[in-house]
């Protein structure tokens, strides 16, 4: 990896193999999980699991999210997962699924120095009304999810630099880059001073190439192809028109 970037890289997911896997490799310096991604790696018991990459990864930021949507019982789930570990950060998000507004919530938690992930913001005014409601005496992580900023077809580098201004402004505010889509987006967020960007285990295994030269990409591009044509045995000419071919 590229020893010039400033920004950390949190892996992204809730597949404890590939959790180990980038915590052993030395590329990352935390990682995050959501109700979406243990959904999709099969997890079923949320607290043995959490308890486990705890326990497994107990020197590295962990960010475990609540589930709740009511603000009353998100509080008691803040607590239980407080207690995980000292490593570990409270996701809540910016609102629940009425659109009702967490800032409440968060003020109540970073009362009692409680350090948290407040995630899917994105916009501007999320990003101040968060970091407004944070202590800064307490590490706390402000997750802007810059890809799905993209996905909606706005450039998301105003917005996180905009964000980038506000984070500083507040100690203890960390920016961090959510939903990247691809390896540049790592360099785009170095750029601005973004604090973190969580990325994909497949995008962390690309971190590895970096720097390698464009005409050995280009050649393992064509090799890759070849070896799937072969695996494949596609064909554009027939038996006999080979052999016409060769004849020639």
């Known amino acids: 990896m590229d020893n010039k970037l ?35 790696a099969g997890v079923t018991d949320y607290v043995a699991f959490a308890q486990e990459v705890v326990e497994k990864i107990p020197d590295l930021p962990l960010s475990f999210e609540v589930f709740a949507d009511d603000f009353e019982t998100m509080e008691k789930e803040a607590e239980k997962i407080h207690a995980f570990g000292p490593n570990v950060f409270i996701k809540i998000p910016i609102t629940n699924t009425k659109g009702e507004s967490s800032i409440p919530l ?12 407040v995630t899917a913001i994105l916009t501007t005014e999320q990003v101040e009304a968060t970091v407004e ?18 996905d909606t077809g706005r450039d998301p580098i105003p917005y996180m630099k905009k964000s980038v201004a506000i984070c ?16 540049f987006n790592v360099y785009e967020a170095d750029r601005l001073g973004v604090d973190i960007i969580t990325c994909t285990p497949e995008i962390i295994g690309k971190l590895k190439k970096v720097g390698k030269p464009l ?27 080979k052999t016409v071919q060769s004849g020639k």
């Open 106 to 117: 968060i003020r109540k938690l970073e009362a009692k120095g409680y350090s948290l992930n």
């Open 215 to 241: 005409e050995q990409v280009s050649l393992d591009t064509v090799k890759g192809f070849n070896q799937d044509i072969q695996a494949l045995g596609y064909s554009i000419l027939t038996d006999s028109e």
């Open 6 to 40: 400033n920004i950390k890289i949190y892996a992204d997911g809730a597949v404890l193999d590939d959790m180990l896997s980038a915590y052993q490799s030395g590329f990352v310096s935390g990682f995050t999980t959501n109700p979406s991604l243990m959904k999709k």
């Open 168 to 183: 500083r402004a507040k100690k203890g505010a960390n920016l961090l880059w959510a939903s990247s889509r691809e390896l």
């Open 133 to 150: 409601a944070l202590n800064p005496e307490v590490e706390n992580i402000v997750s802007v999810f810059a890809g799905r900023i993209a």
